[in-house]
């Protein structure tokens, strides 16, 4: 809890904003009376930015479950090619989290799926971020990169001003001027471009289901369409704990290429109640337009 409470005045975007001699004092007898796991949680709502959380230890596995058993969940794709409406692909990105072993494999299969929707001439295409409530950017974002373009895409601030930049260059995505490693998970490129890029969000978009959006966000080929999402475009960071867990921490706002500051909900450009269906309608009709 202690520690919990250092990472929190020392790294949090809205730790200013916090009354810590009253919020130490709680934490503390929370720590002697309901126990570590209620402090640090106490402690991480303290912050206010609805973004914060604490992840508990994992219990012990004393066995394996069988093969095929009902205890193991499967793993969710970070990708899944959907019906194309009105001859415009679409491609839905999920929430995802792994292991990085697992963000390789899941930054392929998403490139694989941009590749096979690209591989005729098309007008454009949909993604499809409505139902996306976050977990690990990195592969959404540079398995979806052949649709953007090169240069800045967006920054994360610190709450001391401190600007870290995240863009594209020809060997791929750099943060803070550092290639990231997933770059090297594929090198597979879409035979045709995409003119246009049309992404559906909604309310259950969230994290890092707002944060890649808006990395497209102020490309001129791009429209967001549906509703306001959740309003957690914040960047955390996460640390692990003495006890096992690991506390994620708000520590940055993201901003888009122009660097207009989203530290609240998105407001996409056409509001509709149907997105993916809105925004491959306006590919489509844009492609007619010629």
Not at 86 to 115: C, F, K, Y
Not at 194 to 212: F, K, Q, T, Y
Request: aromatic fraction near 6%; glycine fraction near 10%.
């Amino acid at each position: 809890m202690e520690l919990t409470l250092k990472l929190a005045r020392e790294r949090a975007y809205r730790a200013a904003d916090v009354d810590w001699s009253t919020v130490e004092a709680e934490a503390r007898l929370r720590a002697a009376e309901k126990g570590e796991d209620d402090a640090i949680r106490f402690v991480l709502k303290s912050l206010g930015d609805g973004h914060s959380f604490y992840r508990p230890p994992r219990p012990a596995v004393t066995a394996l479950p069988a093969a095929g058993s009902a205890s193991q969940a499967p793993v969710r794709n970070v990708s899944e090619a959907q019906a194309s409406h009105e001859g415009v692909p679409v491609i839905r990105i999920n929430g995802w989290s792994g292991t990085h072993q697992d963000a390789m494999a899941a930054t392929a299969a998403l490139r694989s799926d941009l590749v096979s929707a690209l591989s005729e001439p098309r007008c454009g295409i949909v993604l499809d971020f409505s139902g996306n409530t976050g977990g690990n950017m990195w592969p959404m974002l540079i398995g979806l990169s052949p649709l953007l373009n090169e240069g800045v895409l967006g920054y994360f601030k610190d709450a001391r001003g401190t600007a870290t930049v995240i863009d594209k260059r020809p060997a791929g995505i750099s943060i803070g001027g550092s290639a990231h490693a997933l770059n090297t998970a594929t090198a597979q490129q879409p035979r045709h471009p995409a003119p246009l890029v049309a992404i559906a969000v909604g309310p259950r978009s969230s994290s890092s289901g707002e944060i890649v959006p808006i990395m497209f966000h102020g490309q001129t080929n791009v429209r967001l369409f549906g509703q306001p999402t959740s309003g957690h475009s914040t960047a955390n960071s996460t640390f692990a704990l003495p006890n096992g867990g690991a506390v994620n921490i708000t520590t940055a706002v993201t901003l888009d290429r122009h660097g207009r500051v989203f530290d609240a909900h998105i407001e996409p450009d056409v509001s509709t109640e149907r997105p993916v269906e809105e925004a491959a309608r306006w590919v489509s009709r844009r492609c007619r337009r010629g």
